[in-house]
């Protein structure tokens, strides 16, 4: 079983950065492979970035790629996003996720088991 709590959203004008966090809680996070999704007013939840249990194996939607770092800690149980140039079309609330241990990387929500509350990420142009 693994708990995640999502913090570091805010309002941000557009150019600027914000690193989101999240911790987790559960002893299996550590080996869990994990993502970051977000979802708009409207729309669909859509994937933004996975990385491997062990910190490599990084995957970025196109819309974010090059301006977004995943990345984690497992000794302090933590994901992170750092998000730069940032965009008004980035303005979503964003989900970090977990997939039930030996699952492999994903795209879709069906391959998360595991998902946080969401926090609020708002670009103002």
């Not at 970051?36 to 859509?46: I, L, Y």
């Not at 730069?84 to 088991?113: M, Q, W």
């Amino acid at each position: 079983q693994v708990q995640l709590a999502e913090s570091g959203g805010g309002l941000v004008q557009a150019g600027g950065s914000l690193r989101l966090s999240c911790a987790a809680s559960g002893r299996t996070f550590s080996r869990s492979n994990v993502a970051w999704f977000r979802q708009a007013p409207g729309k669909e939840r859509e994937f933004v970035a996975h990385i491997s249990w062990i910190g490599t194996s990084a995957v970025y939607a196109d819309s974010v790629k090059g301006r977004f770092t995943i990345s984690r800690d497992n000794a302090k149980n933590t994901l992170y996003l750092q998000m730069s140039s940032l965009k008004p079309d980035d303005t979503a609330v964003y989900y970090c996720a977990a997939a039930p241990l030996g699952r492999g990387l994903g795209v879709t929500t069906r391959h998360y088991e595991y998902w946080g509350q969401g926090t609020q990420v708002t670009v103002s142009s």
